[in-house]
């Protein structure tokens, strides 16, 4: 997120979800490392931005195990009025990173 997107260093907003191998299904061409990341952002970053977020992901998830054929992602932007957070609609904060990348 900070090489791809430039967000700040201490810039910490993420979740995690582990399924159960019981409740998690994938194809049967993917391995039970199969992952999916899926990133819901402001809109605003540019096509080259996001391509090379998912660039850098292809390759950084290879020495973890991850086979570039094991990983999906989606990248899904909205606009920021809306997002509401810290009281305020985004439209509204002043960010301390820049979107439009």
Do not use: C
């Not at 996001?50 to 950084?60: C, M, V």
């Not at 054929?69 to 990248?75: K, M, N, S, V, Y």
């Amino acid at each position: 997120m900070m090489d791809a997107l430039q967000y700040p260093a201490d810039k910490r907003f993420h979740r995690f979800f582990s399924l159960d191998p019981s409740d998690f299904f994938y194809p049967p061409d993917r391995s039970d490392r199969y992952t999916i990341l899926e990133f819901s952002m402001f809109e605003g970053r540019s096509v080259e931005a996001k391509k090379q977020l998912i660039r850098l992901l292809f390759e950084r998830v290879q020495p973890l195990g991850i086979s570039t054929q094991d990983l999906e992602i989606t990248i899904f932007e909205t606009p920021k009025h809306n997002w509401g957070f810290r009281g305020l609609p985004g439209d509204e904060h002043q960010l301390n990173y820049k979107v439009d990348i």
